[in-house]
């Protein structure tokens, strides 16, 4: 009897030994967009897997950050696991870590190297305003549509419309034109969506930025008063083979200018700034009816370039599910 239970503890240890997932442990720096380190913040490591015909198991290690801004953390993992810091001042900070080597045999595996230092920047909560959002996604059903082709059509950013004649609108924030030049099916196509401005001075800077994890706050808290290009031109063709031009980087994202005005010596006088989630560029081209997708925060306020958000004051009202915005 006494052999037979003991058999059963070494198959269960031996079936627990050899599905256990490799081992991790990785110590997280918190440290301000100052590099100073950040003592008393929540950091953790998260994981998360599916094992094969089961239901998702999840775990995780957290705790506070030392007076150097460390906390170090353990788990079990798959190739990748999130990790994050957070504390009350500052925007949380969340990204995915891919692990890369496996030492050990079955049963005693862990990742290399062995608890490696990972550092999280946190920006701090400064100045959230009440902005104009607007999430003009792909899924949204009002995304404007284009109420011409070949030629540039205004859109005003605060009416939420096209200009007159084609909507409400009244000052020509943004100009865009789509020319689709060939149009056969989803896969074979050749079109050229430009974006300009009217003002001299108004247009538009890239600024880059994983989207695979971050800071809640994506961009910086104010935008630049120089660097911005009054066009951008977008070409998009593929054929059934291949896209031959126009894919969208996933970590795209603008700062943009708009009713720039100037004084007799081409000083800027007044100005309104703001910042596009994502990318910009055209929806639905290949119907008869396209439409223009890009997310938007404008600062209402002449010359005050702050971006930060507080989703709480948007000062459109009554938007959708769809057309709300959520973060800063």
Request: a neutral charge; glycine letters at 8%.
């Amino acid at each position: 009897m006494k052999l037979h239970y003991f058999i059963g503890l070494v198959i269960v240890f031996i079936n627990t030994t050899v599905l256990a997932l490799p081992s991790v442990e990785m110590t997280i720096k918190v440290t301000g967009e100052n590099g100073q380190p950040i003592e008393g913040a929540t950091a953790g490591l998260s994981f998360s897997y599916t094992p094969s015909g089961g239901s998702p198991i999840s775990s995780s290690d957290r705790g506070l950050t030392d007076s150097k801004g460390m906390f170090t953390g353990s788990g079990e993992s798959i190739q990748t696991f999130n990790y994050w810091a957070t504390k009350e001042g500052y925007y949380t900070t969340f990204k995915e870590f891919r692990l890369r080597k496996i030492t050990g045999m079955v049963g005693f595996r862990r990742w290399e190297p062995w608890n490696q230092t990972i550092e999280v920047v946190l920006k701090k909560i400064k100045n959230p305003i009440a902005m104009y959002a607007y999430n003009m996604d792909q899924l949204t059903k009002t995304l404007p549509e284009l109420p011409v082709l070949d030629r540039f059509v205004g859109y005003d950013l605060i009416a939420r419309d096209w200009v007159v004649p084609h909507g409400l609108g009244t000052h020509r924030d943004f100009l865009f034109k789509l020319e689709r030049h060939a149009i056969k099916d989803y896969k074979n196509y050749n079109i050229t969506f430009t974006v300009a401005f009217e003002n001299e001075g108004d247009g538009l800077q890239s600024y880059y930025v994983p989207v695979r994890g971050g800071s809640q706050l994506r961009m910086p808290h104010h935008a630049p008063t120089t660097g911005y290009e009054s066009k951008l031109v977008i070409n998009k063709a593929s054929t059934s083979s291949e896209i031959l031009s126009g894919k969208s980087r996933e970590d795209q994202n603008y700062f943009f200018r708009v009713r720039t005005e100037r004084d007799e010596n081409g000083n800027i006088t007044s100005a309104l700034y703001g910042k596009i989630h994502g990318s910009i560029g055209p929806a639905g081209f290949l119907d008869a009816k396209s439409k223009v997708r890009f997310n938007y925060y404008l600062n209402p306020t002449p010359n005050d370039t702050n971006i930060e958000f507080d989703p709480e004051k948007n000062l459109f009202k009554n938007l959708s599910v769809n057309e709300q915005v959520s973060t800063p």
